[in-house]
């Protein structure tokens, strides 16, 4: 078992996208740990200060004061610089991708570009790349191990591909150490709750909060690997320490969950007795649905040392606490 006090002991260590939703939790992890510091480098555009609230409390902790924006080479290039390890999570989400897809390539393709490149003219000792389980597309078969054929078909999938791609290249050209990180689908406090963009764990949310009928598309046997935003934090704490380099790990938990057992799992938490509405799936939706991804965990539990430590129902109990005390929920 590797030693992180050990690992991180007087390290430097550069979160960008820091104030988002996994980001947060990983500025939080790693201050668990002996580091010099750790620097959030945000845009602050889909994320937000408040939740790094706690962290920028220890004064290990702070935000970039240049900006944080990765399409600004020179301000991304100052930051990069003198940092030991670095986290990348800046991204547009699935939904933005979908919807303004340039934008999508601007940011998750030539900005995480940028990123590999600072790292690279700058020496840093790893780099771990967030990427996603969407690059595996619907299940060929379960669970999907990190071999599994990519078979996406939407704009966020394709650029997650991209950088994985660009990971290996600048391993093999630079000698870039890195570890990619296959997200499967993360739920927590601090996700965005807007309907419009949200997952699908807040949406329900926000449903039972109104008094209104938690809707499924589709019959609610499509099933995902839900798993919990601090164990993603802490993957992502392991990641940056293990041995293993120029390799790609799942990161769930390995137990499939249909979005109805989902749905029933909220509504026994939330003690509401409001009945489900099933709705068929429009069109476009219907071309690029995912009914089927669970992630196999073997390999991030060998190399990494990481196996997921909160079952669903603990997470969501966690997530509803954090809805009521934000205020977004009313006892």
């Known amino acids: 078992m590797i030693n992180i006090n050990q690992k991180l002991t007087g390290k430097k260590v550069l979160v960008i996208g820091g104030g988002g939703f996994i980001g947060s939790f990983v500025v939080e992890e790693l201050l668990k740990y002996p580091v010099e510091e750790v620097v959030v480098y945000d845009n602050f555009v889909r994320s937000s200060e408040d939740n790094i609230g706690k962290s920028l409390r220890d004064s290990r902790c702070r935000i970039f004061e240049f900006g944080g924006d990765i399409r600004d080479l020179d301000i991304l290039d ?28 601007d940011v998750n393709i030539a ?60 391993y093999d ?12 689908n993360v739920f927590g406090p601090r996700q965005d709750q ?27 046997t499509q099933a995902y690997d839900f798993v919990y935003v601090r164990d993603v934090a802490r993957a992502n704490v392991l990641a940056l320490v293990a041995e293993t380099s120029d390799e790609f790990f799942n990161v769930g938990t390995g137990v499939q969950t249909s979005v109805a057992e ?28 995912v ?35 934000e205020g977004i929920d009313k006892k």
């Open 111 to 170: 900005g995480t570009f940028n990123v590999l490149e600072a790292c690279a003219r700058h020496s840093v000792k790893r780099l771990v790349y967030s990427s996603s389980a969407s690059v595996y597309g619907d299940a060929v078969s379960v669970p999907m191990g990190e071999d599994h054929p990519f078979n996406n078909r939407n704009f966020y999938g394709a650029t997650k591909i991209s950088g994985e791609a660009m990971c290996r290249a600048f």
């Open 262 to 289: 989902l749905c029933d799992t909220i509504l026994k938490l939330k003690e509401s007795d409001l009945q489900v509405e099933f709705r068929p799936y429009s069109d476009d939706d219907s071309r690029q649905l």
């Open 78 to 105: 100052r930051a990069v610089e003198g940092t030991d390890y670095v986290v990348h999570l800046a991204a547009m989400w699935l939904l933005h991708c979908r919807d303004f897809p340039r934008t999508a390539f």
């Open 291 to 325: 009914k089927n991804r669970i992630g196999d965990t073997r390999k991030s539990s060998e190399l990494l040392d990481f196996s997921a430590e909160y079952t669903l129902e603990e997470g969501l109990e966690e997530l509803v606490l954090w809805r009521l005390e």
């Open 173 to 184: 050209r630079f000698g870039l150490n890195y570890v990619g990180l296959r997200y499967m």
């Open 194 to 220: 807007n309907a419009v963009y949200s997952g699908v764990v807040p949406i329900m949310l926000n449903k039972i909060a109104a008094g209104e009928a938690p809707v499924i598309n589709g019959d609610g």
